[in-house]
């Protein structure tokens, strides 16, 4: 599986990690990773450092995330994209809708 989740001791902060590809593959277990977690002003973190390459879908699965992160009054930051993704991002003006840490 390249999506892995990672919940913090105090449950505030819900690191979800993507490996290689994040394309519509990734779908399933990318929602699995944050829909059940609905503690209020929680921090959702998307480290991209492992993916080498994003397509169009993966920006709808963040899209989804960032309205599940705002319907739990929480933050969503993206950490770590390499050149090639951050350029997708930067093309589709998502430093517009939430942060990005290079």
């Given at each position: 599986?390249?999506?892995?989740?990672?919940i913090?001791a105090?449950?505030?902060?819900?690191?979800i990690?993507v490996?290689?590809?994040?394309?519509?593959?990734?779908?399933?277990s990318?929602k699995?990773?944050?829909v059940n977690?609905?503690?209020?002003?929680?921090?959702?973190?998307?480290?991209?450092?492992?993916?080498?390459?994003?397509?169009?879908?993966?920006?709808g699965m963040?899209?989804l995330?960032?309205?599940?992160?705002?319907?739990?009054s929480?933050q969503?930051k993206?950490?770590?994209?390499?050149d090639?993704v951050?350029?997708i991002?930067?093309?589709?003006?998502?430093?517009r809708l939430?942060?990005?840490?290079r």
């Amino acid at each position: 599986m390249n999506v892995k989740k990672q919940i913090s001791a105090d449950n505030k902060t819900i690191t979800i990690s993507v490996e290689e590809r994040f394309d519509f593959s990734a779908h399933q277990s990318f929602k699995e990773a944050y829909v059940n977690h609905n503690t209020p002003g929680s921090l959702f973190v998307l480290d991209l450092s492992k993916a080498s390459y994003m397509d169009s879908s993966a920006l709808g699965m963040i899209l989804l995330l960032k309205d599940h992160v705002e319907n739990v009054s929480g933050q969503l930051k993206i950490v770590k994209p390499n050149d090639a993704v951050n350029k997708i991002l930067e093309i589709a003006q998502f430093h517009r809708l939430m942060t990005i840490e290079r």
